[in-house]
């Protein structure tokens, strides 16, 4: 149709200039393997129980761990009693800070480029308590269900302190943090205040959002030993190069000394890093001698992993009567700990989106004395659009004009904040396709004007957008022997979101070979050191690391063709792969196979690795990922329910690599944008700090009944300075879902709900 011949248009247009030397990747716009819609390889494996996670690894002499959590938030242990315990049938061991061996504290992530830390606190090792869940006790016995019940037969006695468990007192003190994620934590240009108060037109709100829990399918989990001093563990991790790191660091070892397994995980969503569970499993083991499997029940992730924090927001914007931002306003706190460096970056959104004339962004944070918080799938993103981009629904609606129209009317020509150029930004394509597949212009701008009996129904929409990130210091390695086979490997990760079937994609198409004739090995710190999959960073930088040794595998393989081969004199910049083998780039009939090469050079095989250059990219220009979320619910009048009845995200995140795993990931992302909207909620115990709902029965996240169709549509125009034209589309989902879902609810009621989540009780 019209629009796909354009995008065609459109990506003929844009040069692909990609590579470390500059010159142009073919791959970034081939219309073969890079885009199919291949099913996950892992799929089957998963459906017939063959790929093996870290809670199934079979050890000899296994023992079984069950951590025993604080009930206070603030104190010290002043009496302990674990004979009972300790004599319970199947005990092996009790650890408690009496005798836990002296450990480093685990260094944070982000402070040091290879610590996995979430909180610096130390571990067990001291009678102090800082958050109510804490492990004061790690227990080993014969079988789970022992371990289970004789956590349970320790007595403790607490002496508590003064806690800060409540958000609303804790935002009565807060702090500018250091920074936020390397940026800085407040921006001004110009004066947006006093601009703001002049504008034809003001909305200044305030938005509230509350903490979530990770609630990944697969348990945090870890089955470990100790080899004399070297420590093998198998762990469900998106980062087992961090992880080995900062685990040698706490035991005062070398980084070689810990071996970390990680090749499927059941779900990452920023959660699976290093957190007390690991860390108490590898000293208990150490300390008996005996290996260990922990795996948390769902309650202790609850007290023992952090999630997403508690948000206060406030968004001010001012627009002369042509539409046009004069003032734009995004200030807030979120709630953090003294023991961690996670600041909820809900103000990135703002710093990039629109051509306000002024802007104004400035984060504090509050401390509290809850379990540190961490990444939870756009952190800072997903819920700093809530804010955002509810405020622009209540300017359009002020101003009366259409919401996408306002937007369209403040698309910046560069980047607001940093003045970089964007490297590829189609948000207003992102926006008319959406527009016109939704149906957008059957929406009523009146609120509360259709109806269906007792539903009211009403449409809303939102802008999308994650930041490009490309993770420095990822390595690969091909290896292809004699029979014309590759195996690539790199230290990245597989947590369902489809990279081994992306990354076996690009790999057959960069060698001419077919995808049964390539292996992707990962998850294993024994491979060249890779990248951690968070960020949404993962895709670009396996890529850049794999287009690296490429070049490297090109060149060793044409010092390999003697004078006899059609490839006689090549460089690597004039040949390119087809059908097992390299051809000339001018020549294509000049061609020999890899089988053909390897056996007059008489090798078994050839090994090539490199790492993959510094990402200069994300300093030059301004990169993202865009999106634009549509929605229509139905409220019932009677009860308050709020029912999705249709989705649809039309994205632009650059080249998509595999049209199905793209689709999935971004169904995946919309779904829990969906929780965010409407249910997922950790309630504390403001007294105690005590998580007062740590099961999936009364913390709640979308279930089919919840999900309606979800269609999802994508740009597809390469990023000419990105590995493979590609962004990330692992977090860019979430993003925009629960403003375009509040805006959808007061087009259909009336009520403007600025506190999430939007539960049938603030509707009535
Ligand atoms: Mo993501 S929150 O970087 O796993």
Redesign the pocket.
Known sequence: DAAQSLLKTAIGLVPARWLPGGSPDPLMQKHGLIGAPVSRLDGALKVRGKARFAAEVPMQGLTYAALLHSTVARGRIVALDISAAEAAPGVVFVMTYRNAPRMASPALMNTKPKAAGTSNLPVMQDAEIHWNGEPVAVLLADTQEQADHAVTLIRVTYETAPAITDFDAAKGSTRVPANILGEPPSIERGNAEATLVQAAFQVDCTYATPAHNHNAIELHAATLAWEGDKLILHDAT?MVNNVAWTLSQIFGIKEEQVHVRSPYVGG?????SLWNHQILAAAASRVSGRPVRIMLPREGVFRSVGGRTMTEQRVALGARSDGKLTALIHTGTAAMTPHNECPEQFSFPARHLYAAENIMIAQRVADMNIVAN??????GESIGTFALECAMDELAEAMQIDPIELRRRNEPAKDPTSGNEFSSRHLTEAYGRGAEQFGWEKRSATPGARRDGEWLIGMGMATATYPYYRMPGGAARIRLTADGRATVSTAAHEMGMGTATVQTQHIAERLGLAMDQVVFEHGDTALPPGS??????QTASIAAAIIAAHDAFKAALLKLVGNDSPLAGLKPDAVEARDGGLCSSEEPDKHETYVSILRRAGREELVAEASAPPPLEAQEFSMHSYGAQFCEVRVSEITGEVRVSRFLGSFDCGRILNAKTAASQFRGGIIMGLGLALMEETHRDPRTGRIMNPSLAEYHVPVHMDVPKIDVIWTDIPDPHSPLGAHGI??IGITGVGAAVANAVYNATGKRIRKLPISLDKLL
Do not use: H, I
């Open positions: 998106q990452g969503f920023g959660g699976k961490t990444f939870m799938r756009a952190p951690m999959a968070g960020g949404s960073s692992g977090e």
